[in-house]
């Protein structure tokens, strides 16, 4: 073929080193794939450092080389770095490649021989691959300045309002009826026990009233097509059976409404709502929301109270649900978690035993604007606890149900301890498995709160019951414990019991993950680019996530990634251009038979034919280069750039040399 | 070496899933057997069937497909292309006299690489207890060759 090829391989200081014979694969290199076109073959501590890419940098301009093969790390890690060091000397970078020798082979085998000749294999393979490879140019599309934001929680909020006050448009998506998460349930925040609303109320009202922010309650996501740059996304605004242009949430038809029900969104099933209703007095946007399915009107055909005393006549029972379209550049996804559900775990008695309660349900308790005015008393309204138990990681940390630390409940609790203390003066008892207090503020909380003389008892909860077994249990709930720093089993009489309730992703985490073609860890967070290194981007460019969406956090720290969501679309929107990978599929027309077998392949309607000549085209704008066309060709007239039949025959040949 | 039959396996993985489970088992220093090479795509919607033939027919023992969980193609749903492909290919090979077991397809999303270093462990096995391939090697001519691959596969 004429090429002249230059072989690299990584100890990466003993990670290759130490399980493969990096000498020996440098020098089988430069013996057996001369015939190739292997010219040089080299070895290097580190191929990344900036030395090790001078090297290759040097051979490309002092020996004319056309190929470069780098024997190392996986291809998404240095990749970039290798080929964008090929471009530096002249290369075109698409002339380079990565065979990952640590990966798929020091990191996963253990008998140096058979790896070192796994190692001989993969670069054969490469080696023969890289001599089919093309010079390419990166395509670059326009980027649509319009975001999407999926979730208005504290983290949607924060990136819609980062980018809002950029001066770019942000569509803020929220199925309930207001913005404001499960943050606006709250009463007060760990460490500090600011009051929650009074912290995030504002910045509600910001995102409700910003210029640059279309905000759409009581919405959900249809359906999302196009690509990084050029989504277009179906929005369903539900029927609220409320003229949003009339109302003016002056609340008098959710006074007149006749009808109350459980409320089991904002109140957690702990206090009741009108059946038309605003969740709570500081909603964003004010507008009240009318529940179809409990309405006396929709169900009887009578009442329509709300609508004979509405000054404004903003109510209309003929209101359908709407769908609107938007054209986006970038999407963030901010759609938070779900609670532990703890009936799941009947031995803590949850709906069986009326005194435990769940840290939501608590929440609400302390809340002031809550269903008992934030007196912390028992299930009958008026009794005061004075012995509450607190009990950590409910559903969370057990094999179980959920394996992993839901990293909020330990702060909860000590909150809650505080709480109680400062309300009802009871006796409280956390009951923990370990104390994990790690950020800023948090270990001295602990102490401030053991200083209040909470009792703290290590020890998992076997159980809770309503049966004595003395006459000072009569009556009580009793927290069965092993505390297990004395080494005895405890049985703690109480008035009151908290559960902890662990957070978990999304009941339908799975299906938005694929509405936006993102996926879920085995645990079911979405998965980020890089768990370190790349947290709030996803394997689908202009698919972003922040918040809870990924994994447990707490308030700063969804702020944080809010934030860091915002920087990284802003980043995309002010390039004004997205650069992508030129893998595409192109028909050579000559060859093309027009036999449509491809034509139905497509799931971006990037193939179409052309009857006046009878063959068949591929948009390039269109084409996501999977290659599911390449291969279904049966003439060969569709070849794809970057991973061509040319390309893969070769790696095969190559990786089965000497077998 | 050991004397024992040690197969090849070509694998063929999904840019998006299951090279990047192979990534995280090794960054997660997952253990399994070496066996298998892998060959990236950037789709298992990519795998045209001549791929797994030119495998086969160049000396591999057995064929590992990979690719993103139904419903979870990063495009959307090619996977379900290459689902068609391999319950096709079974038959094409089992039409060859060639023991369809020889190819396996394995959903594995980015996070399951100790699922995915299983599966390629419990597939060299399988390939194990089937034997080597052992398909003759003939000339263009027909003749019985040493190192003439048994069809010619073109791109």
């Known amino acids: 073929m004429g090429e002249k090829i230059g072989v690299y391989v990584c100890h990466c200081g003993t990670n290759i080193a130490g399980m493969v014979d990096v000498e020996g694969v440098r020098d089988w290199a430069k013996d057996h794939l001369a015939e190739d076109g292997v010219v040089v073959s080299r070895d290097y501590k580190f191929m990344c450092s900036s030395l090790g890419q001078e090297l290759i940098e040097k051979d490309i301009k002092e020996l004319g080389l056309t190929r470069v093969v780098v024997a190392a790390c996986s291809p998404h890690l240095h990749e970039k770095t290798f080929r964008t060091a090929s471009e530096r000397a002249g290369l075109n970078p698409y002339l380079t490649e990565l065979v990952s020798i640590r990966e798929q082979v020091s990191w996963v085998h253990t008998d140096k021989a058979v790896a070192t000749e796994k190692s001989k294999a993969l670069l054969a393979g490469t080696v023969e691959r890289v001599v089919y490879n093309e010079a390419l140019e990166k395509l670059k599309v326009p980027i649509n300045p319009n975001t999407l934001v999926v979730g208005g929680g504290i983290a949607g909020i924060q990136a819609a309002l980062e980018i809002a ?68 996304v179906t929005i369903k605004k539900k029927a609220r059976y409320v003229i949003e242009e009339l109302c ?77 379209n938007v054209d986006v550049g970038n999407i963030i996804l901010a759609t938070g978690y779900d609670l532990f559900d703890p009936r799941r775990i009947p031995q803590y008695g949850y709906g069986r035993l009326p005194d435990v309660y769940t840290s939501m349900e608590f929440e609400r308790m302390c809340n002031a ?17 004075q012995t509450v138990v607190i009990v950590h990681c409910v ?60 009792h703290f008892v290590r020890g998992k909860v076997a159980e809770i019951t309503d049966a004595a077994r003395i006459p000072a249990e009569e009556g009580k709930l009793i927290v069965q ?17 908290i559960l902890s309730i662990g957070i978990e992703p999304r009941a339908d985490a799975k299906q938005t993950g694929q509405l936006f073609g993102i996926s879920c860890s085995a645990s ?37 990634q809010g934030a860091a969501a915002a920087a990284r679309v802003l980043d995309k929107i002010l390039q004004k251009e997205v650069e992508m990978e030129p893998i595409r599929a192109t028909v050579d027309e000559d060859k093309c038979s027009g036999c449509k077998i491809c034509n139905n392949l497509c799931p971006f309607n990037a193939i179409s034919f052309i009857d006046d000549l009878a063959v068949t085209r591929i948009n390039p704008a269109l084409c996501q280069g999977c290659g599911t066309c390449v291969a279904a060709c049966p003439a060969g007239a569709i070849s794809g750039t970057g991973f061509s039949n040319e390309q893969i025959f070769a790696q095969i040949d190559g990786l089965l040399m000497g077998v | ?63 590992l497909i990979s690719g993103c969980h139904p419903g979870d193609c990063h495009y959307i749903d090619q996977n379900y292309k290459a689902l068609r492909r391999f319950l096709l290919l079974r038959r094409t ?17 980015a996070a399951e690489g100790v699922q995915l270093a299983r599966e390629i462990d419990s597939f060299v096995e399988d390939i194990r207890k089937l034997g080597p391939l052992n398909w003759p090697k003939w000339d263009s001519n027909g003749h019985a060759a040493e190192k003439q691959p048994v069809m010619e596969v073109t791109a």
């Open chain 1, 395 to 454: 559903g969370s940390r057990d094999e179980n149900y959920n394996q992993y630390c839901s990293g909020i409940c330990c702060m909860q609790s000590l909150k809650f301890a505080h709480l109680v203390k400062e309300r009802t003066g009871a006796e409280v008892y956390n009951c923990y498995i370990d104390m994990r207090t790690p950020f800023k503020d948090y270990e001295e909380f602990y102490k401030r709160i053991l200083d209040e003389g909470t």
């Open chain 1, 248 to 324: 003016t949430g002056c609340g008098i038809c959710v006074e007149k409404c006749p009808m109350k029900v459980v409320d089991d969104a904002f109140e957690a099933g702990f206090g009741k709502r009108k059946v038309i209703y605003t969740p709570f007095a500081q909603a964003v946007p004010n507008y009240p929301v009318l529940d179809k399915p409990n309405c006396t009107y929709f169900k009887n055909g009578k009442c329509k109270a709300c609508e004979k005393f509405c000054p404004t006549n903003a109510i209309d029972f003929t209101q359908e649900d709407k769908y609107l």
């Open chain 1, 524 to 560: 079911g967070w979405y998965m980020e680019r890089h768990p370190k290194l790349d947290p709030v981007t996803t394997m689908t460019e202009g698919i972003l996530i922040a918040g809870c969406a990924s994994g447990p956090k707490d308030i700063p720290a969804s702020v944080s």
């Open chain 1, 165 to 232: 006050n950029a001066g770019f448009h942000v569509y803020l998506v929220e199925r309930e009826p207001s913005i404001g998460g499960h943050m606006a349930q709250f009463d007060k925040t760990f460490p500090t026990l600011d009051c929650s609303a009074c912290i995030l109320t504002p910045r509600m009202v910001e995102a409700g009233y910003h210029p640059n922010i279309t905000l759409l309650t009581w919405s959900e996501v249809e359906s999302v097509s196009g690509y990084v740059g050029n989504f277009n």
């Open chain 2, 1 to 63: 070496m050991s004397k024992s039959f040690e197969p090849v396996i070509v694998g063929f993985t999904c840019n998006w899933c299951s090279y990047r489970a192979a990534d995280a088992a090794g960054t997660a220093r997952v253990k399994y057997a070496p066996n298998v090479r892998l060959i990236r795509l950037m789709c298992s919607g990519r795998l045209d069937p001549t791929f797994v033939m030119k495998a086969l027919a160049g000396g591999a023992d057995g064929v």
């Open chain 2, 93 to 109: 090979l089992k039409g060859f006299g060639i023991e369809p077991e020889r190819i396996k397809l394995v959903w594995a999303s």
């Open chain 1, 369 to 385: 604007s809550g269903p008992t005015d934030g007196n912390v008393v028992l299930r009958d309204g008026k009794t005061v606890p």
């Open chain 1, 481 to 497: 414990v092993e505390d297990t720093l004395i080494g005895k089993q405890r049985r703690i009489p109480a008035d009151m019991v």
